[in-house]
């Protein structure tokens, strides 16, 4: 797979590429690149936004400079591209990320191009025209859509083949299909007793099929809660 981020701050993702699981996909195939969005804009002095229509506070990136971004990064026309790959922009009004989202991304076996906003973000048009999903990772405004990539990134490369050590754990984990979509079950390690408190007996009775029914059962009680 490969994933583009394209962005102002191509330095942000710096931090994310050096991680142990994102590294262990690299080395099984990932390729992940932060993009500078300002590199190839058609503007004088790298300018990438300006002031909104209508009055505002606040700055808005030019579509001409998102426009201009694709097509010298992938070759084709800028319209073109969200044909080929999925190119999801970050915006805080955008589709709630969800765990069945990330294994969409991960298992669709398109490449990803990640579009990060600053200030006010896109000019509408880019997430009508250039855009194929327009995501969120919250009902809250971040000053960037950065971190947002990174929260996206996390949960769909930890979803790749060998990103974790244990591969089971992406699959019977919270809000996987494993688990009917509920949150996932507690998990307790020694001490078995900590200040009175003990770990569960059926988890120490070595009974597979008991502690399986008991897991399911804890789950979907935190799903109703
Ligand atoms: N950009 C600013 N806030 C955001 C959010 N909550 N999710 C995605 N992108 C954003």
């Not at 300006?50 to 990136?61: E, F, N």
């Not at 073109?80 to 009004?93: D, F, K, Q, S």
């Not at 990330?102 to 990803?112: F, I």
């Not at 490369?157 to 079950?185: C, D, M, N, Q, W």
Request: aromatic share 8%.
């Amino acid at each position: 797979m490969n994933i583009d981020a394209m962005t102002l701050f191509p330095g942000w993702f710096d931090w994310f590429a050096e991680q142990r699981h994102v590294r262990n996909a690299v080395e099984r195939g990932l390729r992940l690149e932060a993009v500078d969005l300002r590199a190839a804009t058609p503007l004088s002095a790298g300018k990438v936004d300006d002031t909104p229509y209508g009055g505002g506070a606040g700055m808005v990136i030019r579509v001409d400079v998102v426009e201009a971004a694709l097509r010298d990064r992938y070759d084709v026309e800028a319209e073109e591209v969200r044909r080929t790959r999925r190119v999801i922009a970050l915006a805080a009004g955008g589709r709630q990320f969800d765990d069945a989202l990330a294994g969409e991304l991960a298992g669709g076996g398109a490449d990803l191009t990640l579009l990060c906003g600053r200030y006010e973000g896109f000019d509408e048009r880019v997430l009508e025209h250039l855009a194929s999903d327009v995501v969120s990772i919250g009902p809250y405004v971040l000053s960037g859509g950065e971190l947002a990539a990174m929260v996206v990134l996390d949960a769909v490369i930890r979803k790749l083949p060998g990103a974790l050590g244990h591969a089971e754990s992406a699959v019977e984990e919270s809000f996987s299909p494993a688990l009917e979509g509920a949150p996932e079950y507690p998990h307790y390690t020694r001490p078995v007793e900590w200040r009175g408190h003990r770990v569960p007996d059926v988890l120490l009775s070595g009974n597979h099929a008991e502690i399986a029914a008991w897991r399911r059962t804890r789950s979907r009680e935190r799903s109703q809660r």
